[in-house]
């Protein structure tokens, strides 16, 4: 589920060009992050962060940052 949500940030699946869905991967690594998947919850620090689909919210993005380094990421 994380590798796909990446892949719908990028826009990249493998080596296929697929169409971008920030909605779908928002809600899949939203998913992932809620059961502690640290990969999950460090790439929703950089949509907070970035402002990408979400509003930008800098101590959001910090609290998934510190999330995922307690997970071991």
Do not use: C, N, S
């Not at 059961?35 to 910090?62: N, S």
Request: aromatic share 20%; no cysteine.
């Amino acid at each position: 589920m994380v590798e796909y949500a990446k892949a719908l940030l990028t826009g990249y699946w493998f080596d296929e060009h697929i169409k971008k869905d920030l909605k779908k991967a928002f809600e899949y690594l939203d998913q992932a992050a809620y059961f502690q998947h640290p990969e999950a919850t460090f790439f929703l620090g950089k949509m907070y962060l970035g402002g990408i689909y979400v509003d930008k919210d800098k101590e959001r993005a910090t609290e998934y940052f510190r999330l995922a380094d307690l997970l071991g990421y």
